[in-house]
Nanobody, 121 residues
């Protein structure tokens, strides 16, 4: 199982931007499908952005047009650029890795420990 470490969370005002980073251990990072999920208090964790091993991306409707996921295989790192942040984006954000190359979320693959993002109004 790959180990994932997130960074870049914090407190930001509505309309602001943050970039999250997730660095993975291991030597086969490029074959993994990667994603970012989030979980707000009392809510289920949901995948909001994914990028396959083939670099195809997909976004939840709630973040489409505002968030951008990217990866740097040479650095074993996946990023989530978050723009035009809203108070409803407040959540713990988790990095996800799936060895089949397509991020499935849920009980599949690995999840990081999470990083808190708080958006004030």
């Amino acid at each position: 199982q790959v180990q994932l470490v997130e960074s870049g969370g914090g407190l930001v005002q509505a309309g602001g931007s943050l970039t999250l980073s997730c660095t993975a251990s291991g030597s086969r990072f490029s074959i993994y499908g990667m994603g970012w999920g989030r979980q707000a208090p009392g809510m289920r964790r949901e995948l909001v952005a994914t990028i396959t091993s083939g670099l195809s991306t997909n976004y939840a409707d709630s973040v489409k047009g505002r968030f951008t996921i990217s990866r740097d295989n040479a650095k074993n790192t996946v990023y989530l650029q978050m723009n035009s942040l809203k108070p409803e984006d407040t959540a713990v954000y988790y990095c996800h890795a799936d060895p089949i190359g397509l991020p499935r979320g849920g009980d599949f693959g690995s999840w990081g420990q999470g990083t808190q993002v708080t958006v004030s109004s």
